[in-house]
């Protein structure tokens, strides 16, 4: 009995995936109330320890306790061993213990993988899953060596090494935590043109996904990128642009933000803070003291979020390029897709189209319902509500203001956005079968 | 020269419609900023009579000037005539005029009054055009009557007469103008079982389309609706339930709103509220007083609106079933969107995707605009945003201390929801032609 239903439920990818995490959340909490985890010693109650672990796990970096002094050192690992565990995706990871140990990935495996990196083939996923870990770790290493030799101007060089790995781990995997205490995150740095490139250097890798990294790097053998690669770049740069134009005008004489800066600290917070609201999550400047203008544009960033199989969040950037097409052509009388040169397969219009719907009503539904249970702004709701779906961490204000309940909410939806609503439907649902009649075509007027 | 000019202009229904909305809108302006047209003799200025037209041929309702105190008798006829030319659309008003004139109606009339009236196929064009006037005259008729009835309790027979016919039109036109001044809308009769159901239903019989309103007057012949009429009946059906009892909770215990009435008066008020926040406008309570979840629902019912074919604005009630549903089928995994056992046709669904995503960004854009041009909170902005798209003519409290470019920003929205973004798009691009190669398929990753 117990057999055949542990049968059935490793068969579905979706079901292992939403498990395993949900199963690194709860070891996660355990792990952090324990007194060795805090720097006083005391025991973190469960809804808290919780709260954390799960935006750990899901490399959110919204945070009601104050990483830099809440937690001791043992709690800093175990913090980062989430954020990388939950950045890699643990099927990845597992995988390649596994292949490390010598043992043969199995069929089954492979089909989990394949889920769990949305790759549309087998073929070359134990090898994808390989490089996976080799970049990552060589990004971080590098990332921690650089930040390192930065932080021992102002400490230790014992200290520096430890805030190198603690940081470059967390900006690489788009957590956006930081250990400078007060939930200052990299305010202190506005002005560091070496420590704000190089963050924003780390999103992006982490961001743009595996898939593009593997494909940058075998740009010299095979003289052409994908076109799912040249889509995500062309995105992205665009992304980056818009929001950092939208961001330095709107912010440029809000004496409470950019405005006391002079311009090369404008366009650098700018730029940091068009890049990091894609996911990562960090920031230099007070986001609360943004402008609604600002913040608004901010959500649309977050939505549209990083790309597929990368360490962010959101719809994703090739989704967005997708609807974006799809629309065009609509407009333009055309019944193609095109991105390109390329005609966009139906199937993953109709994907584009439903994981866009499915976010919206997601982010809708919890900002009604938060709405009524906590007593904040819409805006700063709706901020916090899309900044949790989209995995990004940045707060208005009211993460340390949340009801229990809030917090319950906020978990979920942190969860639901880094796996993916469709992750979710296919999980629950038995994706029903081919019907092996259609019905007639009927008539109806739209708009 | 101009003559060619000109054939080419009239080629284009959606280009005629633009035009002929605008010319409407221009001379409802200079009519109304007349001395005769105000009740104290004076001259409105350009822009407030510009808004106000703008606002009455859209069939929105938005008003800045108090149109019961403000207008003269005069001015009343000239807001009466531009709500029932915009309610009934220009074309087929403009159509009749030639039938009764015993002109024939060319093809290209035909043409532009079924792209006005969205309607799939020629036949019937004229046919339902004559209905269209048969069956809006009926129904403004006897609401007039009926209305007329009850306001003899409280003024003299010919002011009941007036105010009958003048809020009869403006309701079936689902303009939502009212002239008990004040900008009180109805609050006068919360808790008038008579005038909230007469309202209701010629909100209903105006917003639900002639198309469905001629499909049940031919039930009795036909035995069964089409699977549009279906559509609507049922989507219309679920969003009055689901409107009536969110806005019942969240205002049950509001003491500036629904709080103070009976159970009875409440129910009436929740009801008359969710049937008219999907375009008609008018309102028994103050929405400026509704709790955030509350506005924050309305915006969305908004969003949907009324009824293809219709008096109403907003996406429609089809679109947002075509949508739902086929964001169901791709969670089952299906490929055949499908409602009511009809298959519903790809271009349809491409059509309904365009159309939500086109005013979800024409929507946004405005509230990021005005976010920086207006002093109001961010919530407040988007629900006259919506109302303005949508043309329901409601206000949290921001359309009359709308600066000159807000102003003209909501005109625009007012234009652009009236008439539906596709027609803007078909007038000003020319529909490119097919293409006459397809590209090859490109892979990518999507979500
Ligand atoms: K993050
Ligand atoms: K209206």
């Keep these: 009995m117990l057999k055949k239903w542990l049968r059935r439920f490793y068969a579905s990818p979706p079901r292992v995936i939403v498990a395993g995490f949900a199963a690194i959340i709860f070891i996660g909490t355990a ?34 306790l104050d990483t830099g002094t809440y937690f001791s050192a043992f709690g800093h690992w175990v913090i980062l061993a989430l954020v990388q565990l939950g950045g890699l995706g643990f099927m990845t990871t597992g995988t390649l213990f596994a292949l490390f140990a010598g043992k043969k990935v199995s069929l089954k495996d492979k089909l989990i993988l394949q889920e769990s990196l949305n790759q549309g083939s087998l073929e070359g996923i134990v090898r994808l899953v390989r490089r996976v870990l080799l970049y990552a770790l060589s990004i971080e290493a590098v990332g921690a060596l650089l930040f390192a030799l930065r932080f021992m101007q102002e400490m230790s060089p014992g200290r520096a090494i430890y805030y190198g790995i603690f940081h470059s781990v967390s900006i690489f995997n788009n957590a956006g935590f930081d250990l400078f205490g007060q939930f200052r995150s990299m305010t202190a740095y506005v002005g560091d043109v070496y420590v704000n490139l190089l ?40 992304l980056i642009v818009v929001g950092t134009v939208t961001i330095l005008i709107f912010e440029y004489t809000n004496q ?50 990083a790309s597929p199989g990368s360490t962010g969040g959101g719809i994703k950037t090739t989704t967005f390029a997708v609807l974006a097409s799809a629309v065009w052509s609509m407009m333009r009388g055309r019944s193609d897709v ?94 029903s079968g081919r019907t092996l009649y259609r019905y007639a075509e009927g008539r109806i007027i739209i708009g």
Tied chains: 1, 2.
């Excluded at 940091?272 to 230099?284: E, F, M, N, P």
């Excluded at 229990?404 to 993916?420: E, S, T």
């Design 256 to 305: 409470d933000s950019l405005g006391p800066l002079g311009f090369g600290e404008k366009l650098l917070a700018a730029m940091l803070q068009s890049v990091t609201t894609r996911s990562a999550g960090i920031t230099t400047v007070d986001i609360a003291s943004f402008r609604d203008a600002t913040q608004f544009a901010m959500i649309l960033l977050m939505f549209v979020g």
């Design 31 to 64: 792990l952090l109330r324990l007194p060795a985890s805090s720097a006083s010693g005391e025991t973190t109650p469960w809804l808290e320890a919780f709260f954390y672990s799960a935006s750990a796990t899901c490399v959110t970096g919204l945070a009601r």
């Design 338 to 431: 095109v991105l390109f040169r390329s005609r966009i397969e139906r199937s993953k219009v109709n994907k584009a189209v439903t994981v866009t719907m499915l976010s919206l009503a997601i982010v809708m539904g919890a900002v009604m319902i938060l709405s009524v249970t906590e007593r904040q702004s819409f805006l700063i709701i709706l901020f916090e509500v899309m900044s949790a779906y989209a995995t990004v961490g940045l707060s208005a204000g009211m993460t340390g203001d949340l009801t229990p309940f809030g917090q319950v909410l906020i978990a979920v939806l942190m969860f639901v956005g880094r796996l993916g609503p469709l992750t979710f439907t296919y999980a629950l649902g038995t994706r």
């Design 199 to 238: 963050s924003v250097v780390l999103v992006f890798l982490g961001g743009v996904g595996f898939i593009v990294l593997s494909d940058l790097l075998e740009l010299r053998t095979r003289r052409r990128l994908s076109l799912h690669s040249r889509v995500v770049l062309w995105v992205s740069a665009f």
